[in-house]
């Protein structure tokens, strides 16, 4: 008959090695959320940073626009994201940087993404790039802002090109104040003789609650 004694020297063995792996397993989780904390805190600094970049060149973008541009552009800096916004006689544009760390906060992302309504044409909607904390290219990442900005020059001109060669099938919203192409109407309402078009259904509805 086997020795119950080193039976129970086995279990207590078991039991032992499963306490002595969740110790190491928590030391393990504990160290992890120490470095990730780091991280956060090295992310934080970087925003801090590129604030300084992303500020003053949307900051000069707007003065650019005030000189050239009947309505004036507001900048909105936040924490994460800088806001490009104006409602020009075509279109509601709505430009924004932003940075977001990846999962584990060991990359920063950043983020390029331009709203134009209604949408004339093709252009350049979305666009990142990415940098090892450790490892951001101060001035890689500052040429990639500048060429944003100046795809987005590029892309305002062109969509004020077209109004001229469109010129002659454009409409108003009478409640977005905004012009566009008659193919481009979200929707259209016939009232007293006249058509009436807009550039969503949410608009058209307004409209016809004032009737």
Same mark, same amino acid.
């Not at 409409?171 to 905004?178: G, K, L, S, Y």
């Given at each position: 008959?086997? *020795?119950?004694?080193?039976? #129970?020297?086995?279990?207590?063995? +078991? ?30 600094? #970087? #925003? ?10 949307? =900051? ?6 005030? !000189? ?33 760390? *990846?999962?584990?906060?060991?990359k920063i992302q950043l983020n390029y993404d331009l709203e134009i309504l ?5 252009? =350049?909607?979305?666009? =990142? ?12 990442? @500052?040429?990639? #802002? *500048? *060429? ?6 590029? @892309? /305002? ?5 077209? +109004?001229?060669?469109?010129? !002659?099938?454009?409409? +108003? ?8 192409? $008659? ?6 309402? +016939? ?5 009436? /078009?807009?550039?969503?259904?949410? @608009?058209?509805?307004?409209?016809? $609650?004032?009737?």
């Amino acid at each position: 008959m086997p *020795d119950l004694d080193n039976l #129970l020297s086995r279990i207590d063995a +078991e039991f032992a090695g499963l306490e002595a792996r969740r110790k190491q397993v928590q030391e393990e989780r504990i160290e992890q959320y120490h470095e990730r904390e780091q991280r956060v805190e090295k992310f934080e600094q #970087l #925003l801090n940073q590129l604030r300084d970049v992303w500020r003053p060149r949307l =900051e000069a973008l707007a003065k650019r626009f005030g !000189d050239h541009v009947k309505v004036t552009p507001s900048v909105s800096p936040g924490h994460r994201q800088a806001t490009f916004q104006f409602q020009s006689p075509l279109a509601r544009i709505n430009l924004r940087f932003s940075a977001s760390p *990846d999962a584990e906060v060991k990359k920063i992302q950043l983020n390029y993404d331009l709203e134009i309504l209604p949408i004339l044409m093709q252009f =350049e909607k979305h666009a =990142e790039i990415s940098f090892p904390l450790d490892q951001v290219d101060a001035a890689a990442m @500052t040429q990639w #802002l *500048d *060429d944003r900005i100046m795809s987005f020059v590029k @892309t /305002y001109l062109a969509l004020h090109e077209n +109004e001229y060669y469109l010129k !002659d099938f454009m409409v +108003e919203d009478p409640i977005a104040h905004v012009r566009f192409p $008659k193919f481009a109407a979200g929707a259209k309402l +016939e009232r007293g003789g006249v058509t009436h /078009y807009f550039v969503s259904e949410e @608009t058209c509805q307004e409209f016809a $609650k004032q009737a």
